[in-house]
């Protein structure tokens, strides 16, 4: 299962961006995707998860001001980040988990895409 996250890029404070991840493998079946983001020296941090049935979750620091959705026809996932700022700036990488065939039955995957980079100018 490969993720692909693009859609980052340079904005100014109080701006908006809408980055979007797309999984894609065979008859795969994607449960939980989420976005991460890393900053430079600093440790990995959710930025918010959204389950198939489309129930959401947040990390405190973007609540209220980014949303994460998700078209499960075409395994898409967008997040639409507004009021962004400084502190906002780092690496976002999408994580995806579900079931994919193997053989006659089915595995468990989880896979994590290379990151799109977001840099919010102040």
């Known amino acids: 299962v490969q993720l692909q996250a693009s859609g980052g890029g340079l904005v100014q404070s109080g701006g908006s961006l809408r980055p979007s991840c797309a999984a894609s493998g065979d008859r795969i079946s994607v449960e939980v995707m989420a976005w991460y983001r890393q900053a430079s020296g600093k440790q990995r941090e959710l930025v918010g998860s959204?389950?198939?049935?489309?129930?959401?979750n947040y990390g405190d620091s973007v609540k209220g001001r980014f949303t994460i959705s998700r078209d499960n026809a075409k395994n898409m996932m967008y997040l639409q980040m507004n009021s962004l700022k400084p502190e906002d700036t780092a690496v976002y990488l999408c994580?995806?988990?579900?079931?994919?065939?193997?053989?006659?039955?089915?595995?468990?995957?989880?896979?994590w895409g290379q990151g799109t980079q977001l840099t919010v100018s102040s």
């Open positions: 994580y995806a988990d579900g079931r994919e065939p193997r053989f006659w039955n089915t595995r468990r995957f989880t896979s």
């Open positions: 959204i389950t198939s049935g489309g129930s959401t």
